[in-house]
């Protein structure tokens, strides 16, 4: 049965009533229509679905939606835009980073809570902190690139 | 050109055409109002031979460009837009590239073969300069002064002391002027005027390295997908697929999803979905719908044996492509012989997601929005399978989740067109991750064959190399059929599985040499799980993986040097310098094996080379590979790529390409292995079918560019995934002494091999 649930995203409050079993990314993405968390998996094993959730890295595909009641959800459009973009997102652009795009949203939202945690970060610590991504395109040096670029201009 | 112009216009004609069925000819008055042109009514039809078909200047003096293939984020339509504002002299700044829709442009084939810019430019570039000669010549006309005598820069012609600007003499008009055409669709489709397009030493923004259009829009998270697509009065739908290959339902129990809003079950023929009014309820409801599937027999083979499979199966097609000399007198003759087998397992196409595609079905019409890389044929395909003339349905390209040759997207748009039709409103279909990695179109799973003979100096006298294989056409190349497709096949298009395979593209010249290749029928003709079809650069990693390992172990065989054993029977002029600037770049250390070996704890480290070929792009590349003796782990850690597809126009998005080449063919070398059992596949996720991670990418891709200003633009966006297996193959034995013949070399492969 639905149940009425309240969420903040990027600032805004909105209510919707949903199952809570329902993953959150349907409720961001065909609820509100924010559709920048994409479905990958559905399994929590790509990242294409990540928000921000008080400033963690979620999994939207396997965060009920229940559980995201009153918490703060942060997607990649509310990480930063062209005007006031997020370091990680700047260094994006400059690099160039993106083939299809369609991982971008993980690695940008989890790469962002990284740095948050480790400011300077070793090479080793950013492959280490970014495994459990995929990108199929295989963009990943770009994305090295630009996450060692984002954390000399963070 | 501006990224957000080309965005914006995206997502409103979307707007446009979400809200209402429209006419072919209607979106592009929305685009022209859109770049604030007001371009009148009275367009000439979408047609090759039609100037209007291919640009268009705006009363804003902006241009747009016309291209019938599309840009997986490889940066195509920045390519296209700079040779499209050097044959105009406009800015590059005010070229606009509208791409994949075939309501506003003519098939050009889509994204196919690395052909992008080596074939896709040659239209864009003569229309462009036919509009340009066009409009010299009424500048002529109206500044008084002859054309000869007129110069253009920045899409304003001067002469005699007077100026014209493109825009007062043709913005927001059309050119209504016709172009001669080769009378072919699709790659080869080409148009000529009586314009002589530029020399390449007239060229200012081709050779730039001009940012893509289309990064922004993804990073921040502002422009859609095709998984983003919505129109009004949409339904979501899921596609069920049976458990055992090859079943199909026989009874349905529509009762059992009664709890799900809307929810219903479409069935044609051996085709069953759910539609539902939400997403969620679609998703769960393909979940909970109870169905009897036929009785099926589990027909695959172990797994285990599939190259035995290979090697037993009777011959479908047999092709010798090369045949030079009197190869087998010449192993009679032989003082020893070479000989070594190589096997290469089917992979998946394995997007990032789960192809997703939207149809709105209508009597007498249709839209399509796709993912596909081939909307044309998309198009065409959806018309067949709901019975509509081709004209009749307008296929729409958008950024889908990844797209690396015949992938899991027309069949999410067959799916779609059959769910709408069923339920007379807009379908949306987006499959589950083990629909995406399970159903999609495999790359064909192959034993290839290598043999040397060796006479007593140490000289090749006799080379063969043959490769049989699955069909790497059983799926045909594009959607246009609906028999290549699951729905298409479920609802009785029967699939005819065309044979196709392919030879070493290189230009050893052996005493004698011969080449060819074999294919056998599929395991499962109908609606199968392992069909074969095109994965980025066809059939060209298992090839020259075989071909090139067996190049460096009839080197060994004669104690050669891997690059000098090459440059001994390379002929191509072109082949030759990339090879050793290749070589030279990496420093590389000439002598027989073992001459590029070390050792320090667990870490056996080596260096390997190989080459190829494909459609006139040389790529060479030499690659450092650490082993974990007591793992298996392979880590490829530094590539030196050496590049030659011509002429360069753009290279900081060719070293991109490259750069994503090399790292997907490392993980297709190192991991990537479908897996089935006798029922269907079982690589059905990340975990299952797993691929490069960060922690395993490369350290560094150096490229090597070399530039051939007077050479046309061949192809980026395969050739340098061709000759990397071989490289990482080579590499490892160079480290180890252990040669691995089966691909993916996983950790556990090589550790068996290592003990
Ligand atoms: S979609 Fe959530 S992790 Fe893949
Ligand atoms: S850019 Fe396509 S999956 Fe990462």
Redesign the pocket.
């Known amino acids: 049965m639905t149940q009425r649930i309240s969420l903040s995203v990027n600032g805004r409050v909105q209510t919707i009533d949903a199952d809570p079993d329902m993953p959150l990314l349907y409720a961001l993405r065909n609820d509100l229509g924010l559709s920048n968390p994409h479905f990958g998996c559905g399994l929590a094993q790509c990242g294409a679905c990540t928000v921000h959730i008080d400033g963690e890295p979620v999994r939207s595909c396997v965060t009920p939606v229940s559980a995201a009641d009153g918490v703060q959800i942060t997607t990649l459009a509310g990480l930063g835009t062209p005007e006031k973009p997020h370091p990680v997102q700047k260094a994006y652009v400059d690099e160039q980073v ?7 949203n993980g690695w940008i939202m989890t790469a962002a809570a990284f740095l948050k945690k480790t400011p300077k970060p070793t090479d080793g610590q950013i492959r280490e902190a970014l495994s459990g991504l ?4 295989g ?1 990943h040096l770009a994305i090295l690139r630009a996450v060692k670029r984002a954390a000399a201009i963070g | 050109m501006n990224a957000i112009n080309l965005s914006l216009s995206r997502r409103q004609l979307l707007q446009s055409t979400g809200a209402l069925i429209v006419t072919t000819a209607a979106p592009v008055e929305a685009l022209a109002q859109l770049a604030g042109s007001a371009v009148p009514a009275g367009k000439p039809p979408l047609h090759p031979t039609e100037l209007d078909s291919w640009v268009a200047v705006g009363a804003d003096g902006n241009v747009t460009a016309f291209f019938g293939k599309m840009d997986m ?1 490889q940066g195509v339509d920045v390519a296209i837009g700079q040779i499209v504002a050097d044959e105009l002299d406009v800015p590059y700044g005010r070229v606009t590239v509208v791409m994949g829709d075939s309501g506003l442009t003519c098939n050009q084939g889509g994204a196919s073969g690395s052909t992008g810019i080596q074939t896709g430019a040659n239209a864009l570039r003569n229309a462009s300069a036919e509009a340009r000669r066009l409009l010299l010549e009424q500048a002529a006309q109206r500044l008084g002064v002859p054309a000869e005598q007129c110069q253009v820069a920045d899409g304003v012609i001067t002469g005699g002391g007077k100026r014209v600007t493109y825009a007062e003499l043709i913005g927001g008009k059309y050119f209504q002027h016709k172009l001669e055409w080769n009378n072919q669709w699709g790659n080869p489709l080409n148009v000529t005027g009586k314009a002589k397009p530029k020399s390449p030493d007239q060229y200012k923004v081709v050779g730039q390295s001009i940012p893509r259009n289309d990064v922004a829009g993804k990073v921040y998270g502002t422009d859609d997908f095709v998984t983003d697509i919505s129109v009004p009065g949409m339904l979501h739908g899921r596609v069920i697929r049976p458990e055992t290959a090859g079943a199909v339902p026989v009874s349905v129990d529509e009762s059992s999803i009664r709890e799900f809003k809307g929810a219903r079950v479409v069935r044609k023929g051996d085709f069953i979905g759910v539609v539902a009014e939400k997403e969620w309820d679609a998703i769960q409801a393909a979940e909970k719908l109870k169905i009897t599937w036929s009785n099926a027999p589990s027909i695959f083979p172990d797994q285990p044996s599939i190259y035995d499979h290979i090697r037993k199966a009777p011959v479908a097609r047999h092709t010798v492509e090369a045949n030079v000399g009197d190869v087998d007198a010449a192993f009679a003759g032989g003082a020893r012989i070479v000989e070594a087998e190589y096997e290469w397992p089917f992979q998946s196409h394995a997007c ?1 997601g789960p192809a997703c595609a939207v149809v709105d079905a209508r009597p007498g019409e249709a839209t399509v929005w796709t993912g596909s890389q081939k909307p044309h044929f998309v198009g065409q395909g959806v018309a067949k399978i709901l019975d509509l003339p081709a004209d009749k349905v307008r296929a729409i390209w958008i950024m889908g ?2 797209s690396y040759g015949r992938n899991d997207s027309g069949d999410a748009a067959h799916d779609a067109a059959v769910m709408s039709q069923a339920v007379g409103r807009p379908v949306r279909v987006q499959g589950a991750r083990h629909e995406g990695h399970g159903w999609d179109p495999k790359g064909p799973a192959s034993v290839h064959r290598g043999r040397a003979a060796i006479d007593a100096q140490g000289n090749v006298v006799a080379y063969e190399f043959m490769s049989k294989g699955f069909s790497r056409i059983d799926m045909a190349t594009n959607e246009s059929n609906p028999s290549d497709t699951l729905a298409g096949m479920l609802v009785g298009f029967p699939n005819a599985t065309q044979h196709g395979f392919g030879v070493p593209a290189e230009s050893y010249a052996f005493a004698t040499k011969r080449t060819g290749w074999e294919t056998i029928a599929p395991l499962l003709t109908k609606a199968s799980p392992l069909r074969t079809g095109h994965l980025r650069d066809p059939v060209g990693p298992q090839i020259h993986f075989a071909s090139e390992s067996f190049i460096d172990e009839i080197a060994t065989a004669v104690g050669a040097d891997p690059v000098e054993f090459r440059l001994r029977h390379v002929k191509d002029p072109r082949d030759i310098e990339v090879i050793k600037a290749t070589a030279e770049k990496a420093a590389w250390k000439a002598g027989p094996a073992g001459t590029r070996r070390t050792a320090s704890g667990d870490t056996l480290a080596g260096r390997g080379f190989a080459y190829s070929t494909r459609n006139g792009t040389v790529v060479a590349v030499v690659c450092d590979v650490e082993v974990n003796r007591r793992t298996g782990a392979v880590w490829a850690r530094r590539f030196v790529v050496g590049h030659d597809c011509g002429i360069i126009v753009n290279p900081a998005a060719l070293r991109l390409c490259i750069e994503g080449n090399v790292v997907q063919a490392v993980s297709r070398a190192l991991w990537e292995e479908v897996t089935f059992d006798n029922k269907s596949v079982t690589s059905n996720d990340w975990l299952s079918y797993p691929i490069l991670d960060m922690t395993e990418a490369p350290e560094s891709v150096e490229c090597v560019l070399i530039n051939r200003p007077a050479m046309n633009p061949r192809g980026a966006g395969e050739p340098s995934t061709r000759p990397m297996a071989g490289a990482v193959a080579n590499a490892i034995f160079e480290a180890t002494g252990v040669r691995i013949r089966r691909a993916p070399f996983t950790p556990d492969r090589v550790k068996a091999a290592l003990a």
């Not at chain 1, 995929?134 to 395109?137: F, S, W």
């Open positions: 993106p083939q299809c795009g369609y991982c971008v995929k990108c199929r395109c963009t | 984020g990032m989740p990844g």
